[in-house]
């Protein structure tokens, strides 16, 4: 719902919108719903035509289920939950998952003033802050009667004083399992099969308590200093104050502490003094005093029809303090001792990062209907908190990872070519070739062992990924049209990864081995398979004007239908049953396509408060487009995974012959009969239809 308008003539305004967004879980997680509720408001004043004051609000609340340590994902499809429904667990999803709740209250200024009709300026500022909090289903009431199984098959709803009678009667006690939380320890039904406290894996042991701050400032003014150049410049700023706390803690199974949470106590002092008495990957650590940000410049210029855009930014890094890795290379804390870690914390604050990114661009026509362009830049990019700063470990285990705010900054360097061409009077042809050269990505498997001895290893990130991407682009489209407009389009992408950095390295002082890269342990993994997956998109957009129709407006006016298609060509992945020499490392299958028709239908109406009736059906035509995780697909009681995706790729074809060779078949993915199919075949097919339908006002 949104409201706006104006409140004291043409000087003060104003905007008010709230959305509310509830999407039902498929199968019973720890909450029923995926929840995502938003506030916004702005008070905008203008003192004069040329200033505009601009101050907003923005609340925002998120709920929804997750699994083990919360990186900002919640479950939100069925494919993300059937990724984690385990075979044994699919009564007790609710204990195996547990609740992720976010709030976000951010303010926001900008200040926009007109100095000349050659000159403006820009100034914004935000603030607010952002709470992660972990919550679980009540305890689980262990031992407690809950129901009674009898002889004769019927079960009924018992108390703890009608247990004895119904035990005298020959039926079988049972407590409220699988409902409620429990981590530990973990039991199965009465015949052993199914999970119905704890679960496989663990995943619902997870904390999180964790904040942070964030303050953000840009500015920038734009200038028509001559006909031709037209420059503008601007700065930012950025600081935050995070407080990371997430992981397992021995609090969460202690009904004490149900009153404030579990929360254990000590989280604003020292990360070394919260209290508890177990822990696993618990991220436990402060960044306090971080900066980063920019200034850029950037001359536009057109002479005749030519028109360059030339500038360049320059970035910096200025790290929050953190142990001494270069000075503490040897130190016990950063091998199987984590006891040792927060006495070297927060110890120096590594050098500041600057990275110079120059940045070019040219369009330049060859006809009245056709130009050529070409787009060349360099591009910054600030590793995540989490890769700079990440502190690991377990109350009295070893340092399992950590950050490393010594890092360089990723660069991006990227080149664009293009070929525009104007088809008749409506449409419009656009053929573009790209290629990225990525440099310095984070890689956090680097692996540093410091005792011959224990053979434990932490990790730590490293700037050891490279990636290169190249890809072709083309579309057709129809921006302009009073009744039709749309698009087609085909991009052919390729995306290779490598990593390149260390793989092992080892203390000089206490091991005798000698520091790897991934290329000398594993060239296959140091160089990936890739194969590309080419898109095809069109769009079609139908409307007709709110007043067509003359008199009969109301019924042929406010119509608008949109109809989106997009097909991907499927994963590639490897198939080698007989171990085969000849298919190592390889991707020699490929599943279906993804195919996906989106349909949209609206109608306003004009009359008084403009209502507007519309539906959305996603996946129109319920195209079948399969789970790949073919993990938990083929996953079943009884059975051997992997068997049971054998029998169905032999199904598809995919056998060998008498000399051992491996014939080629149909591409997975493909519907088959029930005794080759994956037995929760609901698993497989993902994405199905699915509609929506409303009613909005306008006031």
């Known amino acids: 719902m949104t409201a706006g308008g104006p409140?004291?003539?043409?000087?003060?305004?104003?905007?008010?919108?709230?959305?509310?967004?509830?999407?039902?879980?498929?199968?019973?997680?720890?909450?029923?719903?995926y929840r995502d509720d938003t506030v916004q408001g702005r008070l905008i004043y203008a003192p004069t035509s040329t200033a505009k004051l601009t101050l907003g609000y923005l609340r925002g609340w998120s709920q929804g289920a997750k699994f083990d340590n919360f990186l900002g994902e919640f479950a939100r499809s069925p494919q993300a939950e059937a990724n984690n429904l385990r075979t044994r667990n699919i009564f007790a999803m609710g204990s195996g998952s547990n609740i992720e709740t976010i709030t976000r209250n951010y303010g926001t200024l900008t200040w926009t003033h007109t100095l000349s009709p050659k000159t403006f300026y820009n100034i914004t500022a935000r603030s607010g802050k952002v709470d992660w909090t972990a919550s679980w289903q009540p305890?689980?009431?262990?031992?407690?009667?809950?129901?009674?199984?009898?002889?004769?098959?019927?079960?009924?709803k018992i108390t703890e004083g009608q247990a004895a009678a119904a035990r005298a009667q020959g039926a079988v006690i049972l407590d409220e399992a699988p409902l409620g939380f429990v981590y530990r320890p973990p039991a199965r039904d009465i015949l052993g099969l199914y999970n119905v406290r704890g679960s496989d894996g663990n995943l619902s042991r997870s904390s999180d308590w964790s904040y942070i701050y964030e303050n953000d400032f840009t500015a920038d003014v734009t200038s028509q200093v001559t006909r031709n150049h037209q420059l503008k410049g601007g700065v930012q700023v950025h600081h935050f104050y995070l407080r990371e706390f997430r992981g397992f803690v021995s609090t969460i199974e202690d009904p004490t502490k149900a009153a404030s949470g579990y929360r254990p106590e000590g989280l604003e002092d020292d990360p070394a003094k919260v209290g508890y008495t177990d822990a696993a990957d618990v991220h436990n650590y402060w960044v306090k005093t971080p900066l980063y940000g920019g200034a850029f410049l950037q001359d536009r210029m057109e002479y005749r029809q030519i028109v360059v855009n030339a500038g360049v930014r320059v970035d910096f890094h200025r790290p929050d303090k953190y142990f001494d890795i270069p000075s503490e290379q040897h130190a016990d804390w950063m091998g199987s001792n984590a006891a040792l870690l927060?006495?070297?914390?927060?110890?120096?604050?590594?050098?500041?990062?600057?990275?110079?990114?120059?940045?070019?661009?040219?369009?330049?026509?060859?006809?009245a209907e056709s130009?050529?362009?070409?787009?060349?830049?360099?591009?910054?990019?600030?590793?995540?908190?989490?890769?700079?700063?990440?502190?690991?470990?377990?109350?009295?285990?070893?340092?399992?990872?950590?950050?490393?705010?010594?890092?360089?900054?990723?660069?991006?360097?990227?080149?664009?070519?293009?070929?525009?061409?104007?088809?008749?009077?409506?449409?419009?042809?656009?053929?573009t070739a790209y290629f990225k050269d990525i440099d310095r990505e984070v890689d956090e498997d680097t692996r540093l062992y410091l005792h011959d001895a224990t053979d434990r290893s932490t990790r730590f990130s490293t700037n050891g990924v490279v990636k290169d991407v190249r890809g072709v682009e083309v579309s057709v489209r129809k921006a302009q049209g009073r009744f039709i407009t749309g698009f087609a389009s085909y991009e052919f992408r390729q995306e290779r990864r490598r990593r390149v950095g260390w793989d092992q390295l080892f203390d000089a002082k206490t091991v005798t081995a000698a520091p790897t890269r991934l290329i000398e342990n594993n060239p296959s993994a140091a160089n990936p398979r890739f194969r590309a997956r080419p898109l095809w998109k069109a769009g079609l957009n139908l409307r007709t004007p709110i007043d067509y129709g003359g008199d009969a407006r109301?019924?042929?006016?406010?119509?608008?239908?949109?109809?989106?298609?997009?097909?991907?060509?499927?994963?590639?992945?490897?198939?080698?049953?007989?171990n085969d020499l000849s298919l190592r490392d390889i991707d020699n299958v490929q599943w279906m396509d993804d195919n996906r028709?989106?349909?949209?239908?609206?109608?306003?109406?004009?009359?008084?408060?403009?209502?507007?009736?519309?539906?959305?059906?996603?996946?129109?035509?319920?195209?079948?487009?399969?789970?790949?995780?073919?993990?938990?697909?083929?996953?079943?009681?009884?059975?051997?995974?992997?068997?049971?995706?054998r029998r169905y790729m032999e199904a598809l074809g995919w056998k060998l012959d008498t000399g051992g060779k491996l014939q080629k078949g149909d591409r997975p993915g493909k519907e088959l009969g029930p005794d080759v199919m994956p037995k929760r075949d609901y698993l497989f097919y993902v994405g199905r239809r699915d509609i929506t339908f409303g009613l909005r006002f306008a006031y």
């Open 139 to 156: 305890p689980q009431k262990r031992g407690v009667a809950a129901a009674a199984v009898f002889p004769d098959g019927r079960t009924e």
């Open 7 to 33: 409140l004291i003539g043409d000087k003060i305004s104003f905007l008010l919108s709230n959305r509310r967004e509830r999407t039902a879980y498929t199968w019973g997680l720890a909450v029923p719903n």
């Open 554 to 578: 109301l019924l042929k006016g406010g119509w608008e239908v949109n109809v989106f298609y997009r097909r991907q060509a499927g994963n590639w992945f490897n198939y080698n049953p007989a």
């Open 597 to 645: 028709l989106d349909l949209r239908l609206s109608k306003t109406f004009h009359v008084a408060a403009s209502p507007t009736f519309y539906l959305e059906v996603a996946n129109l035509f319920n195209f079948k487009n399969p789970n790949t995780n073919t993990t938990r697909v083929f996953e079943h009681l009884g059975d051997n995974t992997t068997a049971n995706f």
């Open 342 to 367: 927060y006495q070297k914390t927060r110890a120096v604050r590594p050098p500041t990062k600057w990275a110079v990114s120059p940045r070019f661009g040219v369009s330049h026509p060859i006809t």
């Open 371 to 431: 130009k050529l362009f070409f787009n060349y830049g360099h591009f910054a990019q600030l590793p995540t908190s989490d890769q700079l700063y990440r502190t690991q470990s377990g109350l009295g285990e070893p340092l399992e990872t950590f950050g490393n705010p010594w890092m360089d900054l990723p660069r991006t360097v990227a080149y664009e070519l293009g070929y525009e061409r104007n088809l008749g009077r409506s449409y419009l042809f656009n053929g």
